[in-house]
């Protein structure tokens, strides 16, 4: 087999001199026969490797120097990729578990179940204050101006003229903040009525006398059929039977 190798730096004659041993000069030194047969050996044995490797790449395998094979998509333990992915201590030591039993990282207060006690308010903190404990917080409901008035007004009174509740529409003005607005209820209820049937006249009627005395006042109504009749001309223009009705 080693008489027909491909690559021997020298003729066949040479090879078959016997089993005497020979020295060969190459690039100037004398080499022993049996170095040059043995790097014959080594470089063939390579090219049947890499013959292999590349007939077997599609299969998902690879061959190294050395004839071991690896799987292609597997990490060397020793390359430096799989030591970033690595959750070992770089110490030797440890068993790769997250840090403070997982109640350590951005975003983490605290171990799973674990429940905080009430903080005691400490007297001699430069920024405690004896008020502090007796004060009473409230959801401030800031007051309607006109334009809002209007615009939150206006479909309460369209649904009361469908269900014809006056409960359910004082319960939702009690929520509202109508301030110096009050007298404008009647005002916007009147003037929708204009504008709807002789039904929705008759609940409007009923629904100022349920809010009267609850919600507004006497006074409130009667600054508020003044403010009416002085805005009649405007009212004649949307329904021209105003004055009548």
Aim: overall charge negative.
């Amino acid at each position: 087999e080693l008489e027909n190798l491909s690559d021997a730096p020298f003729s066949g004659d040479e090879e078959n001199g016997g089993s005497e041993e020979r020295k060969t000069e190459i690039n100037g030194n004398w080499i022993p026969a049996t170095s040059i047969t043995e790097a014959k050996i080594n470089a063939k044995a390579k090219r049947r490797l890499r013959k292999n490797s590349s007939r077997d790449s599609g299969r998902g395998d690879s061959v190294s120097d050395n004839g071991e094979t690896l799987k292609i998509g597997v990490v060397v333990p020793t390359s430096p990729k799989g030591k970033l992915l690595d959750r070992r201590s770089r110490s030797g030591k440890g068993r790769g578990l997250p840090k403070k039993g997982g109640a350590g990282g951005k975003g983490v207060w605290g171990t799973p179940g674990q429940v905080y006690d009430v903080e005691e308010v400490d007297i001699k903190d430069p920024n405690y204050d004896d008020d502090q404990e007796n004060c009473v917080y409230e959801t401030v409901v800031l007051p309607l101006d006109e334009r809002a008035f209007e615009k939150t007004l206006t479909p309460i009174i369209q649904e009361y003229f469908e269900h014809g509740d006056t409960n359910e529409v004082s319960e939702m003005l009690k929520d509202l903040n109508l301030g110096e607005m009050k007298y404008s209820v009647p005002v916007l209820a009147v003037s929708l009525a204009l504008e709807g049937k002789a039904s929705h006249r008759e609940m409007t009627s009923k629904l100022i006398s349920d809010l009267c005395g609850t919600l507004v006042s006497k006074t409130d109504v009667e600054k508020s059929f003044d403010r009416l009749l002085k805005e009649l001309p405007e009212l004649v223009l949307d329904s021209p039977r105003a004055p009548q009705v």
